[in-house]
């Protein structure tokens, strides 16, 4: 599976968005970009996924740019309940079976009441 | 039921000592992992089970012996650990086709004296 970059920390307020970003710019083009987050003392759970258009469910939206080299994902209001780790990672689901997840070091998101 | 549910939820053992992590679920996944996770670090992956049979081993000690009786079921047989196996070990569960999201149990953490 193909690398992504995400910054180690991001700090927000709580009730205010959230965009955290991930650089991915090796993906392919049968590449669905996932995104996980682990909250403190659990294991980690999923969030969302995309392939080209952006995606929202009740947890989040994803933004995926254009040219796929980069996405984003959105907390529209944050809690003090979504402070986690959140990692992203691209699966080649054509690849088909089971496979594990490759995780990077993930983003920390830190929300201040 | 979307539970991965795992036993015990700490353990504490002795370098001589065997030991059996359990990790269950209901969902009628036939892909199962053992992730091994370090305090700060990222989840690792260990094991993959795929119909219950062992697809994938990511050069894992020999101390560490996974089993899978049924597809309800893995375990993580733990014998002669060394300190640095000290870890938080996380049990997961998927379909098999295309690489399916993974449901992640809370963890058991593990501490060899």
């Known amino acids: 599976d193909a690398k992504t970059t995400q910054p180690n920390s991001m700090e927000s307020n709580e009730e205010e968005p959230v965009h955290l970003p991930c650089n991915h710019s090796?993906?392919?083009?049968?590449?669905?970009i996932h995104w996980y987050r682990q909250l403190p003392s659990q294991g980690p759970e999923y969030v969302i996924h995309?392939?080209?258009s952006n995606v929202n469910n009740r947890m989040a939206s994803l933004a995926i740019a254009e040219d796929r080299k980069s996405s984003t994902l959105i907390l529209h209001r944050a809690t003090l309940r979504d402070a986690a780790v959140y990692y992203c990672i691209l699966r080649d689901v054509t690849r088909g079976g089971a496979d594990g997840l490759t995780f990077g070091k993930g983003t920390h998101l830190i929300i201040q009441p | 039921d979307t539970e991965v549910t795992q036993t015990p939820k700490h353990l504490v053992m002795g370098m001589t000592n065997k030991k059996s992590l359990k990790c269950e679920q209901h969902m009628g996944h036939r892909a199962m992992y053992w992730y091994k996770q370090k305090a700060k670090k990222p989840p690792e992956l260990m094991f993959v089970?795929?119909?219950?049979?062992?697809?994938i081993n990511e050069s894992v000690p020999s101390r560490f012996s996974p089993e899978c009786p049924n597809s309800s079921l893995l375990n993580l047989h733990l014998h002669a650990l060394q300190p640095e196996d000290s870890a938080l070990y996380l049990c997961a569960s998927s379909r098999i086709q295309g690489r399916e999201t993974q449901y992640f149990g809370p963890g058991t953490r593990l501490l060899v004296l």
């Open positions: 089970y795929s119909y219950e049979k062992l697809s």
């Open positions: 995309g392939l080209t």
């Open positions: 090796t993906i392919s083009g049968t590449d669905y």
